[in-house]
C-alpha cells in the first residue's frame, strides 16, 4: 500500500496542474449619477433599523430569555 501511495499522490497533483482556472470577468463602469447626501443617509438609516435594531434589542433582553417559565 505504501508504494502505491506516491504514484497516486503524484497523478492527482499532476490532475489539478493541468486544469484551466476559471476567472470572473467583471467590469464596472462609473455611476451616472453620484449619491447625494440624503441617498445615504436613508440607506444607513435602513440598514441600522433592519439588522441592528432587533439584535440590540434580543440581547438586551437575553436574560429574560434564559429564564424557565
Known sequence: MSVL???????????TQRLPVQRA???????QEQLGTMDVAVGLTSCFLC???PSGWV???LESYKKWE
Open 5 to 15: 501511495m506516491p504514484q497516486l499522490l503524484r497523478g492527482l497533483t499532476g490532475l
Open 25 to 31: 470577468q467583471i467590469h464596472s463602469k462609473l455611476p
Open 51 to 53: 439588522f441592528l435594531l
Open 59 to 61: 440581547l438586551s433582553h
